[in-house]
Structure formats: C-alpha cells, structure tokens
Nanobody
Framework: QVQLIESGGRLVQAGGSLRLSCAVS????????MAWFRQAPQKEREFVAA????????EYADSMRGRFTISRDNARNTVDLQMNNLKPEDTATYYC?????????????????WGQGTQVTVSS
C-alpha cells in the first residue's frame, strides 16, 4: 500500500515563497510519475505540476510555470514543490499524487494514489 504525506503548507504573504514536500512510503517512489494538484474552496481540483519517474520531464499549469518548480529525490522517496512569488489566488489545499502511467500525466483521474493535502493560504 502506497502512502503519500504532504507537509509545508502554511500562511504566507503575497510575494512570498513556500516549499511543499511529499513523502512516499510503501513502495519506492521511482516507479511512479508524481504530480501536485490543488483545490480551492468551491472550485474543482486543478493540475499544478508533474514530474516523470526519473525527473527528466516536467509539466506545469500555465499559471504556475515560471513561479513553481517540481523536483524529486528518489533516494529519499520525496517529491517537492517550490512555490515562489505566491499570489492570493494560489490559496488552496495542495495534494501530492502518484501514477504508474508512463509518460507522466496531468489528469487527476489517472493518478491512483493521493495524499491528504496540505493547506496553503496566501494573504494579500
């Protein structure tokens, strides 16, 4: 059984930075493509960023490209999301997700495993 545990979410001012981390247990993370999604209140879950199994490929949502960076450390079984220049509209619960699909996918329905989420709140 794969477990994903996110951490790092907190209250931050607009323009600030946060680094979210996702710890993977149960299976080695290198067999999964990984992604971050987010969901704001009364909104649908949306794709944020994804990274391939060995980290050679990444994808970003247009509104996050250039501000967010996804990375992974397969030796430590972790996947991180560095978020810079945060905006109030980035306020959401951020979820880590894993998929066995190759290549990586940006579709939530194609991710089998999900964490419980970590709350990011950006104040203006």
């Amino acid at each position: 059984q794969v477990q994903l545990i996110e951490s790092g979410g907190r209250l931050v001012q607009a323009g600030g930075s946060l680094r979210l981390s996702c710890a993977v247990s149960g299976r080695t993370v290198s067999i999964y493509s990984m992604a971050w999604f987010r969901q704001a209140p009364q909104k649908e879950r949306e794709f944020v960023a994804a990274i391939s199994r060995l980290g050679g490929s990444t994808e970003y949502a247009d509104s996050m490209r250039g501000r967010f960076t996804i990375s992974r450390d397969n030796a430590r079984n972790t996947v991180d999301l560095q978020m810079n220049n945060l905006k109030p509209e980035d306020t959401a619960t951020y979820y880590c997700a894993a998929t066995g699909k190759i290549p990586l996918t940006t579709l939530a329905d194609e991710h089998r495993y999900w964490g419980q989420g970590t709350q990011v709140t950006v104040s203006s």
